[in-house]
Antibody, heavy 120, light 112 residues
């Protein structure tokens, strides 16, 4: 069955870097666009980044543009989010989500998230 | 960027009664070439990941009970739960995917 498992979260000091991973199983990652979405503690959902299935396009939310980089390793069926210049406001649960192959049908599967805490 | 604003922020509804959540976008999310509204609704229960309920503003996701329905077009949208059940207690989010992706701030639904 389809599974998405995020990892790589933890406590990191402001200004430092962290790399998140999302391991996909039960499907071929290269067939799907993938998103990162985050949720600060007790807050709502914030879209972070997307990568097209063929990696031809990548887009980022304004709050992370220039600091975060989304990538994928199709040989390992894994999605990544490289985060640099981390700030307190980046503290959140980070979800990866799969875009459905059905046009216009977003996020048919989500992971359970990995928690990033930015604190000195 | 398109800003999504939901109302109310929270509501309490009696079991079996109707719950209505509104979502307004700062500009139209209707794509004229296919007449589709790029608007989705998600449900997030405590401690869980969000779950897709509705896409194309009114298309119910497979397996979603038919008491959930979506309506609206252009900039104004509504999610209706026709007869609230205990398991519907959750936070509901709208999201536009017309121009990048943005979520509304969420609406918390509770039992009165």
């Amino acid at each position: 069955q389809v599974q998405l498992v995020e990892s790589g979260g933890g406590v990191v000091q402001p200004g430092r870097s962290l790399r998140l991973s999302c391991a996909a199983s039960g499907f071929t990652l290269s067939s799907h666009g993938m998103h990162w979405i985050r949720q600060a503690p007790g807050k709502g959902l914030e879209w972070v980044a997307v990568i097209w299935d063929d990696e031809s396009k990548k887009y980022y939310g304004d709050s992370v543009k220039g600091r975060f980089t989304i990538s994928r390793d199709n040989s390992k069926n894994t999605l990544h989010l490289q985060m640099t210049g981390l700030r307190g406001e980046d503290t959140a649960l980070y979800y990866c989500a799969r875009v459905s192959v059905e046009v216009g049908r977003p996020y048919d599967y989500w992971g359970r998230g990995t928690l990033v805490t930015v604190s000195s | 960027d398109i800003v999504m604003t939901q109302s109310p922020d929270s509501l309490a509804v009696s079991l079996g009664e109707r719950a209505t959540i509104n979502c307004k976008s700062s500009r139209s999310v209707l794509y004229s070439s296919n007449n589709k509204n790029y608007l989705a609704w998600f449900q997030q229960k405590p401690g869980q990941s969000p779950k897709l309920l509705i896409y194309w503003a009114s298309t119910r996701e497979s397996g979603v009970p038919d008491r959930f329905s979506g309506s609206g077009s252009g900039t104004d949208f509504t999610l209706t739960i026709s007869s609230l059940q205990a398991e519907d207690v959750a936070i509901y989010y709208c999201q536009q995917y017309f121009s990048t992706w943005t979520f509304g701030q969420g609406t918390k639904v509770e039992i009165k």
